[in-house]
């Protein structure tokens, strides 16, 4: 593992992806993938970037078999669209990334289903979209699932008393608490997979602190987060560099359902993918199970 890079992915030719995300780290997903030879779906609500993220590939790598959805993980009822028509298109999906999110918006917002912003977008909209997938993952060869979590679930709690933050929004705090679930919704995907025999490697990964526009998109282009992203902006590694973590999970042969991968270096902040710490509080599978049930009672997704 040690140095791992973009250039140590095995051949994909012949397996199809999904990455969310237009941008980042899920454009440095869908690019390596797609040079690599795999089919590769762009999942994102915005159609304009995501045309120029499938032009951009495709200026990379002449032949790139890719392509863009529409798909809003904000709804529901854009979910369950995006995964019908892929049903309905193709018989089997290989590799799920769960990588689009949300950070810190100033101020609290809503989904279009009623959920907190985060949580809805970073890890209920996943979840739910993993549940309309398993049809096909389940069909795929070796399918993967990845999960991308943060550093910011070290520090992070699952408020079930509060799950939406109603009583006292706090952004930072609610995105700890969406990247936790994510982390933890992983772990407990791969014991859900295990139980049910449903052959999935279920695997979580970080990015460490990477140069994208989650910041400024989130907090707003004058919060102190992003004026710190853009004038500190040697602190934060490229975002090819970032995505490495997520591409070790999702085709590296080493790579183990169950387990987590970030950055080696700095506190796992920058660097070439490694095991990274899992939180304490991630391993609590009680509350992996309760979120579980949680997530299904507020999303109606069944596995």
Known sequence: MAHWTASDIPSQQGRTAVVTGTGGLGFHDALELARAGARVVIAGRNPQKGAAAVEGIRRNVAKADVRFEPMDLASLESIEAFAARLRASQGSLDLLINNAAVMAPPRRKLTANGFELQLGTNHLGHFALTAHLLPLLRKGSRPRVVSLSSVAARSGALHFDDLQFEQGYKPMLAYGQSKLACLMFALELQRQSDANGWGLQ????????A??????????????EAIIRRFLWFLFQPAAQGA????FAATSP????GHYYGPDRLGETRGHPVAARIPPQALAQKDAQRLWAESTLLTGARF
């Not at 279920?202 to 602190?209: F, L, Q, V, Y």
């Not at 080493?254 to 359902?257: I, L, P, R």
């Open 202 to 209: 279920s695997i979580a990964a970080h990015p460490g602190i």
């Open 211 to 224: 140069r994208t526009d989650l910041l400024p998109n989130g907090a707003g282009p004058s919060s102190p």
């Open 244 to 247: 490495l973590p997520t591409l």
């Open 254 to 257: 080493q790579a183990e359902g």
